[in-house]
T-cell receptor, first 113, second 114 residues
Framework: DAGVIQSPRHEVTEMGQEVTLRCKPISGHDYLFWYRQTMMRGLELLIYFNNNVPIDDSGMPEDRFSAKMPNASFSTLKIQPSEPRDSAVYFC???????????FGSGTRLTVV | AQTVTQSQPEMSVQEAETVTLSCTYDTSESDYYLFWYKQPPSRQMILVIRQEAYKQQNATENRFSVNFQKAAKSFSLKISDSQLGDAAMYFCAYGSGNTGKLIFGQGTTLQVKP
């Protein structure tokens, strides 16, 4: 089992550019979560999916953020346009049904300059 | 809404000694789970221990144990015989049994002194 796979591991982009973060959950897991980690706000839940359907996106900061899960093995988190305050580590996590816990990916460190 | 509070931003412990990290939470749900995750400098999130709210017995995993006080909504982590490899940030987390949501406290940075 390869675990939750995120790409890229690091991303540096200029303000205003579109950024796409990718996640491959563990095969068979039916929940997928996106988290953002910053020093100021800690670990925030952005959105989560169950069986590819978004269940709760109340943590998505604003309309510049969007997430999709076109199939059970792939999800993206897109920021368009990116801003310096979006700089953070973004984690993807997956789990099998209820209850938690989650298996986390290694995260993507995003830097917007 | 559920909340998780870790009131100790930083803690330190001498190698081989015991340390306790504190966590309190607030919820109106009856079906929930509590967790401690460890995040070393590699930033990988590692599950340390879990506790089902319906279980009265405190969970234990080798050197790690919890003190779960349901009425007080308290969930502390005790690390016995601390090792240098235990140095990391520790997050307390609440998992809803109803919605599947998992939310985190602000974290406690643990330093282990040789």
């Amino acid at each position: 089992d390869a675990g939750v796979i995120q790409s890229p591991r690091h991303e540096v982009t200029e303000m205003g550019q579109e950024v796409t973060l990718r996640c491959k959950p563990i095969s068979g897991h039916d929940y997928l979560f996106w988290y953002r980690q910053t020093m100021m706000r800690g670990l925030e839940l952005l959105i989560y999916f169950n069986n590819n359907v978004p269940i709760d996106d109340s943590g998505m900061p604003e309309d510049r953020f969007s997430a999709k899960m076109p199939n059970a093995s792939f999800s993206t988190l897109k920021i368009q346009p990116s801003e310096p305050r979006d700089s953070a580590v973004y984690f993807c996590a997956s789990s099998f049904s209820q209850p938690p816990p989650r298996t986390f990916g290694s995260g993507t460190r995003l830097t917007v300059v | 809404a559920q909340t998780v509070t870790q009131s100790q931003p930083e803690m330190s412990v001498q190698e081989a000694e015991t340390v306790t990290l504190s966590c309190t939470y607030d919820t109106s749900e009856s079906d929930y789970y509590l967790f401690w995750y460890k995040q070393p400098p590699s930033r990988q999130m590692i599950l340390v221990i879990r506790q089902e709210a319906y279980k009265q017995q405190n969970a234990t995993e080798n050197r790690f144990s919890v003190n779960f006080q349901k009425a007080a909504k308290s969930f502390s982590l005790k690390i016995s015989d601390s090792q240098l490899g235990d140095a990391a940030m520790y997050f307390c987390a609440y998992g809803s049994g109803n919605t599947g949501k998992l939310i985190f406290g602000q974290g406690t940075t643990l330093q282990v002194k040789p």
